[in-house]
């Protein structure tokens, strides 16, 4: 491709960027359609295409001018309806955002002065997580005395509880639904009322709060809901696909919904889509990430917590050197990092972004048995400044990152939420926090997104999980070599080819965080996924430009052997093929090397008692390849999720009058309980 071809490509991309009309018709001259296309893509269905805030005058117009330009009728016919849709769907999506923050202010909570305002949204969610976290108790509880006393019992991949209101709730989805929803209402208070000091919430000094200001803060939490809905369907429908249209043209019968409904929104608007692929794998990767650390948690209620060591209660705190630790929470979450990051976190001096990752998980765990010991009937505890730098210097947090510590545990912009950062600043000085945040959370689930929203990398992380791999297949006496070489200076690195029968697996290690389930991220590890597709095939081509390489290390031709690209993740997330490169995870390949059936068990004694075998995954005394690659073309347990998944819809409402529907992918969890009991046993 010539210099002047890719000038006019940046030329355009600048003009977007620039809203520079004379640039970008100048450079549309020049392009094909589809590059014309791939452009608008880039700019328009991509992270950042709609604008929350601030005046929107200028690009309106460019885009007006430009999708009107003869130059985009005569020669990019194709181009103008797809960039003209996404056009109108981004400003759509604006005029709803529009629309909710508009109806704040007429909030019955609104009418009150600020400080009361934003401590009644606190104190509503203070009492909301005290009812869930009675219910959710009272469960834990119940398993716990089936456990104790030696009674078998299915082990739970959520909780569900049922509320005073009667409503049944996923306990995991319900916390996070009531921190997320605060969190973004004291975001959007902290940007109405000015609240915003060099990056951090700065709160009105707590006032006394009532009943009456708790309900009519009600409203508020509404919206914010409706906002954080909002933007999670928008990035959605500009990433992945979807339109957004009336019920009616959307072929959605009126009857779906109550009459007194259309009363009251005359014209929903409709987020009318499907999930797409990536999404739905996405969604089952981290679905199944929070249903180990669930299953995690309660495998220590049968006993196994007794094997870490935690402080006799009263000591002096254990240094960040060595054990004892503060709390069990402390031990599980540091081997739960070592584990994931593969490398020995619990020694590690690398500091990111100005502690250890032993201060930091310290740091949290310390908070938490502030926070415990302070406690009352309310989840919302407060501490002076000074008491909290004492009490992280009491759990030998050193003195010259007690600072950085309380800097980043702080709520502010550059906080996903209140699990990342807890604690509430306000202007008497004083630091606030919602015990039960830390209390019900997973502690490396937070300190990731923390580091993610602080764009963290790991370097040490990658070389760790590829020696884990290699270890893994010579403990199963596997023949697994890593090796690397170049072919005309250029060099290609074989994490580890594992020789099975007569088939080579090329497997590429990648250890990149999950996604979340957030939007943003989940598009740019579908992105990461593309990526490495494209590097597995170049290795694939290097194999077999050298076949020599695999004689000299398995005494085997290549031209015998099948060789088979695979992506081997350290979290949990597989897929079906892509191009022919089968992408599969660390915790799904160690499932299949190290039990040859998947079954339906219970808890009884303390230990996994096996009910029924429901499915064999391979029969012999080892596995042949060709059972490996039938597991990895779609492994079963994913499939068991995957045909449990719901995509319900929801009604969110942007003013008293307006409101849009969005559906929300979840999993039918009673549903997929039952079919694992009722699945039929084989032989």
Known sequence: MST???????????????????????ALESLSTEEVIAAFAAKLAQPGAFQIRGNRTKRNEF?????????????????QPFARDLNDKIQIIER??????????????????????????????????????????????????????????????????????????NVDAAYSNIISSLSLTLKMLSFEHNLLSEGKLLAPQKVA????????????????ITWNALEDIANRTLFFGGEITSMENAGIPRSSLPEDFYSKFADPLFFHR???????????????????????TIRFIQGANQLIPVMAKGAVAPSLSGGPFVSKEEGIALATLAEILSFDVFSDQERYHGLTLREWVRGYCSLKLLAEAKQADSCLVMFDKAELEQGFSDYQIPALHIPTLIHHLTFGQDSRDLYDSPLIRSQDGKYSLLADVLITCNL????????????????KKGKGFEGKVVSFFHERDYQCKATSFSIDHAQYEYDALLLLD??????????TLLSGNHAVQALRYSKF????????????????????????????????????????????????????????DYSALGKFFDESTISEFHWKDGEKKMRKIIHRLWSGERPTSQELLEYLSFPPQLKLIMEHLTYLPYARPTSESSVFISRVLDVDEPAMLRAKQEAPAVA
């Open 4 to 26: 002047d071809h890719n000038g006019h490509r940046k030329q355009l991309q600048n003009a977007f960027d620039k809203f520079d009309l004379p640039k970008a018709l100048e």
């Open 529 to 584: 996924i593309d990526d490495t597709v494209k590097q597995v095939k170049r290795l694939e081509r290097g194999l077999r430009a050298r076949p020599e390489v695999v004689e000299s290390l398995f005494d085997r031709k290549l031209s015998e052997l099948t060789v088979v690209p695979v992506i081997l993740n350290s979290m949990n997330y597989s897929r079906q093929p892509i191009d022919g490169v089968y992408i599969s």
């Open 63 to 79: 885009y007006d001018s430009l999708l009107n330009a003869p130059v985009m009728t005569n020669h990019h016919a194709q181009a």
């Open 444 to 459: 490396p689930n937070v300190l990731f997104s923390r580091l993610s929203s602080l764009d963290t990398q790991f370097e």
């Open 96 to 169: 709803s955002f529009d629309e909710t923050r508009s109806s704040l202010p007429k909030c019955d909570i609104s009418k009150f002065p600020e400080d009361i305002q934003f401590w009644s949204h606190v104190e509503r969610a203070s009492r909301e997580l005290k009812d869930l976290h009675d219910a959710a108790q009272q469960a834990m509880a119940e398993i716990e005395v089936r456990a104790k006393a030696n009674l078998q019992f299915a082990m739970p991949e959520m909780v569900i509880v049922k509320l005073p209101d009667g409503n049944e709730v």
């Open 274 to 296: 499907e999930p797409s692929e990536v999404e739905v794998y996405d969604f089952l990767a981290n679905r199944r990430l929070h249903s180990w650390a669930v299953q995690n």
């Open 209 to 224: 709060i009532t009943d009456e200001h708790i309900f009519k803060a009600g409203s508020i939490q509404l919206y914010a």
């Open 502 to 511: 007569d088939t080579l697996f090329l497997v590429e290690c990648k250890n």
